[in-house]
């Protein structure tokens, strides 16, 4: 009896350090994820139109691009063809929002194909009119999330314009597109 109980201790403490291990390594994700973060957390963003988008080769359709999982992503079509950029997302903010930037997290595969290079970014209080570009640019190439910033606007819909690949090829993917909350 006496050896029983011993052997059940010990399983109890392995299992028990175990977990407590797991534990520390889950939180230490989370934070170093959201660690230095301008992240849209509070902002919700749906996807109103793509200009393109891959729905039978893969799952690349445009709303992952805001559902918050970096493993899923928005890719335009490349299976039957492959329309050449520029390519759009536009996306729909929750309520009318002051926003001072937006962020690009390109796919995390271990592909790049679609990763922006040159880009467009506008905003509208419709979904229709954009007007003129409240900023445009050039992202690095890394996998890394970019975070570009302009003067504070207020608006309901957001369009990010991808007007290159980094390989020059015909594709955008994005596995997120947030807003930076103006504060």
């Excluded at 290159?164 to 997120?176: F, L, M, Q, V």
Aim: net charge negative.
């Amino acid at each position: 009896m006496k050896r029983v109980i011993a052997v059940l201790v010990i399983v109890a403490c392995v299992f028990g350090t175990r977990a407590s291990a797991q534990e520390k390594s889950t939180n230490a994700k989370a934070t170093a994820t959201s660690t230095g973060s301008t992240s849209t957390s509070k902002i919700k963003l749906t996807v109103v139109r793509v200009d393109s988008e891959e729905i039978d080769g893969e799952n690349g359709r445009g709303t992952n691009a805001v559902d918050g999982n970096p493993d899923t992503f928005w890719h335009t079509q490349w299976q039957d063809a492959s329309p050449e950029c520029p390519h759009e997302i536009v996306i729909k903010l929750e309520n009318p929002t002051s926003i001072k930037g937006f962020t690009y997290l390109p796919r995390q595969d271990e592909e790049e194909n679609g990763t922006i290079k040159d880009y467009e970014f506008y905003v509208s209080d419709d979904g229709k009119e954009f007007g003129k570009p409240v900023k445009k640019g050039s992202l690095e190439t890394d996998k890394r999330k970019k975070t570009v910033a302009f003067e504070p606007v207020k608006c309901s819909f957001i369009k990010l314009r991808a007007l290159s690949e980094i390989n020059d090829a015909a594709w955008t993917s994005a596995a997120e597109i947030g807003v930076v909350p103006a504060e």
